[in-house]
């Protein structure tokens, strides 16, 4: 049998490490000896002896946060011996290493696809985001030392903030999280209306202090999805009733 399909790189990428890799720009592979944590919907494929268990959001701390929000990532937890690959939607993957105590980072919970059990998060809220979408805009802040994967709609741009740097609330898919963060309506910035009718704009967020900010070239995401809760298949099982759903389960 004959087919471009098979060519060396559509074959399965093979290493002698466990952990998260990229099977391709678009799937995660990890391969499993022991754990990992995983959004809920997101396994395309596994070989092995894999056992999967939902997590709700990730501890009881922040299983009460996404009650109170509906805010959160709803998470899996990947365990045993062999390969599981992993994507959302066909979006772009990208690895990200903390190194230790000091290392921080902020992520939209709808871009996080997996990340190592040696990395904690907490869900927290973006200030001055009180009424946006009706709910607020609450992201995930990762710490600790780890690999993490998170899903880019198309090549992002990765900004240096040494300057005031302004961003699309859904756009804007990560962040130092060291850096002062708030969200204003657009009309402050003159980006409300333009010459009488509107732009579409509504929100802008705000980045000051220094680190740098990565921006994805897409926004057609709904603000009420920007946390991660969504639904359908990939967002978990079908929204916050579901993701509590198996939390208690």
């Excluded at 596994?46 to 990730?58: L, T």
């Excluded at 900010?213 to 920007?226: D, G, H, R």
């Amino acid at each position: 049998m004959r087919s471009n399909l098979f060519a060396p790189e559509n074959q399965e990428q093979e290493s002698t490490q466990p952990g998260l890799r990229l099977q391709n720009s678009k799937m995660l592979k990890i391969e499993l000896d022991g754990e990992a944590m995983a959004r809920q919907g997101s396994m395309v494929a596994y070989q092995g002896d894999v056992r999967f268990e939902a997590k709700g959001s990730g501890s009881v701390g922040n299983f009460v946060k996404q009650k109170l929000t509906g805010e959160g990532v709803p998470l899996m937890r990947v365990s045993g011996r062999g390969d599981v690959f992993l994507a959302n939607a066909a979006s772009d993957v990208h690895l990200i290493d903390l190194e230790g105590p000091d290392d921080a980072l902020t992520i939209n919970g709808k871009n996080v696809l997996a990340f190592d059990p040696t990395l904690s998060y907490d869900i927290q809220m973006v200030s001055g985001a009180g009424s946006i979408g009706g709910a607020g805009l609450f992201n995930c802040v990762f710490r600790g030392r780890g690999r993490l994967a998170i899903t880019c709609k198309g090549s992002p741009v990765v900004l240096t903030v040494d300057a005031p740097t302004y961003a699309d609330p859904q756009a804007a898919i990560a962040w130092s999280a060291g850096l002062q963060v708030g969200v204003q309506r657009a009309e402050q910035f003159g980006l409300g209306t333009l010459i009488g009718r509107t732009t579409g704009e509504a929100w802008t967020m705000s980045f000051g202090g220094r680190g740098f900010v990565i921006v994805q070239p897409s926004e057609e995401v709904p603000l009420s999805a920007i946390a991660g809760t969504g639904g359908g298949d990939q967002s978990g099982v079908g929204g916050v009733s579901g993701i509590l759903g198996g939390f208690l389960r």
